[in-house]
């Protein structure tokens, strides 16, 4: 009976474990030429859960991804994010290290480094990773299953205990006297205490636990929601409203939206019609990003490209620069070109002056999406955003930001540059 039990277990302990990692990895397989096999599989997922209601929150992000976070505080919570990542990660796999090695040498018991302090160290820093990574890839979808993960994980602690203590006896429970669960003991006691006094019950501990753990995940991730929809620059016009990809765009906003709603009277912008909103994204014409709203080409097809490391290394180490840095950027790097003559020979308007500063451009592109809100009369601003939206890019607008003049007008599929899978709205 021992033999099923422990391997349900493990199957359920390194299930829990794998269910996040392909959550997680989700943004490293989008930019990587891996990123279709990926999504032939866990589209029609991420698909049904997008066309209901009541799933849909799922696939919606928390925090910003495409969209530079305009506010100190948000540009911490990311920077904490990497932080968290790569503490996460390299102590995993330090402290995973030890115990392995431990088995090969025969230590016994490990106690020595972290363990010392922590009795599960790996999960901690296990934890810690996980949400570092959902910091930076900020899906609902993801802390769902950290959430998972981390309350399998919990379970899988009180069984290891219980195992090393029927193995090692009184030297386990004096190892477990000196130290703590998760944390060191001087901070766990105390608030341990003040749980049971709560919760004095053990077998009720067990399962408030874990709930606590599910709840506080979760919810962190309403509020950070809330939060960034709060902070975001967004600019309002009759059926527009334009979100800043880059915060200092701000003020370019509203020239942007008088010069397209100027074109749409004159019936210079087919894909846009009076009765419906929409949202539209301003940002620099070669914003790197840009296929996760719509497909407006290939050098925005992140996975095609063979750049993938680099990116994925900026992504990390360099939160805030991969948002302004564009493809022809990275491809420059990689050549041994100068970044600033790639980017004005590749600019997507066909601009190539000598004189031309990209860091000063005036011209940006409004990508648009169209709204399908399902309520009478047009709504705007962050309710653009909101939950029970249906969001489908229609097109997308260059323009001139010192007079409002449109450059060109494009319509685009309905799909983005990774076909029909939903990706960030914010």
């Known amino acids: 009976m021992e033999a099923p039990r422990s391997l349900a277990k493990k199957i359920a302990a390194y299930g829990g474990i794998m269910v996040f990692i392909v959550m997680a990895l989700e943004v490293m397989i989008m930019i990587s030429p891996f990123a279709f096999f990926f999504y032939s599989v866990f589209s029609p997922i991420f698909n049904f859960l997008g066309q209901h209601a009541a799933t849909r929150w799922a696939t919606m992000f928390f925090l910003p991804h495409m969209i530079l976070p305009p506010t100190t505080f948000l540009q911490v919570v990311r920077i904490t994010g990497s ?149 975001l620059p967004l600019t309002t016009g009759h059926n527009l409203t334009l979100v800043s990809i880059l915060p200092e765009d701000g003020p370019l906003a509203q020239e942007a939206i008088n010069g397209i709603d100027t074109a749409a009277e004159n019936g210079e912008i087919s894909f846009l019609q009076a009765d419906k ?14 296929g996760m709203i719509a497909d407006t080409g290939g050098h925005f097809h992140l996975f095609k490209q063979h750049h993938t ?77 909101a939950g029970g939206t249906v969001k489908t890019p229609v097109g997308y607008i260059d323009l001139d930001t010192r007079n409002g003049q449109i450059v060109q007008a494009k319509p685009v599929g309905r799909g983005t540059a990774w076909k029909d899978v939903p990706t960030p709205d914010i």
């Open 83 to 231: 932080v968290l990542f790569v503490v996460g990660l390299l102590g995993f796999s330090i402290c995973a290290l030890q115990v392995y090695l431990g088995k090969i040498f025969h230590w016994g018991i490990a106690s020595r480094g972290l363990y010392q302090k922590i009795r599960h160290p790996q999960y901690l820093l296990l934890g810690v990773w996980g949400l570092g990574m959902a910091i930076l890839w900020p899906r609902f979808i993801v802390l769902a299953s950290l959430s998972l993960m981390v309350v399998l994980y919990y379970f899988l602690a009180l069984d290891e205990e219980r195992r090393m203590q029927n193995q090692y006896g009184d030297s386990y429970r004096q190892y477990m006297n000196g130290s703590g669960m998760f944390l060191p003991r001087v901070i766990e006691r105390p608030l341990g205490r003040i749980f049971q006094r709560l919760v004095p019950a053990p077998a009720l501990q067990h399962v408030v636990i874990p709930v606590l753990m599910v709840v506080l995940v979760m919810g962190s991730g309403v509020l950070l929601r809330n939060i960034t929809l709060d902070s």
């Open 277 to 290: 909103d929409y949202l539209g994204y301003l940002m620099p014409a070669d914003y790197v990003m840009q």
């Open 309 to 385: 490391v680099a990116l994925i290394t900026d992504w990390v180490l360099h939160p805030f620069a991969h948002l302004r840095s564009s493809p022809m950027t990275h491809m420059a790097a990689m050549h041994g070109m100068d970044p600033a003559l790639a980017r004005r020979h590749h600019c997507p308007l066909q601009i190539n002056h000598a004189d031309l500063n990209c860091d000063s451009c005036p011209y940006r592109r409004v990508i648009l999406v169209e709204i399908d809100h399902r309520q009478p009369g047009h709504i705007s601003g962050s309710g653009l955003l």
